[in-house]
Nanobody, 124 residues
């Protein structure tokens, strides 16, 4: 079992930035690719970004590319999602998820391990 914990969500205004963190288990987390997903009320969970276990490769939902950046530091067992120029439509619960499968993977079903989510609310 891979236990993931997200943090960093909150209430911000449009145009602000937030950085989400996802912390995984020590020593083993570096073997997993990590994805970010979000789910807004009444909508399906959607892919945001993913990063390979080494951090060399990253993938983004096309519409978010340029505003969102994911990175990781395996020495700290942490993956981040930097979100800039936030918009009200970015409001959602954000989840990190881990997979042992090779990227790119943008389907939630490809990620067997999930965190509890962190709420991001962007006011206009």
């Amino acid at each position: 079992q891979v236990h993931l914990v997200e943090s960093g969500g909150g209430l911000v205004q449009a145009g602000d930035s937030l950085r989400l963190s996802c912390t995984g288990p020590g020593r083993t987390f570096e073997h997993y690719a990590t994805g970010w997903f979000r789910q807004a009320p009444g909508k399906e969970r959607e892919f945001v970004a993913a990063i390979s276990w080494s951090g060399v490769s990253t993938y983004y939902e096309q519409s978010l590319k340029g505003r969102f950046t994911t990175s990781r530091d395996n020495a700290k067992n942490t993956v981040w999602l930097q979100m800039n120029s936030l918009k009200p439509e970015d409001t959602a619960v954000y989840y990190c998820a881990a997979t042992y499968k090779e990227l790119p993977r943008n389907r939630a079903n490809d990620y067997p391990y999930w965190g509890q989510g962190t709420q991001v609310t962007v006011s206009s």
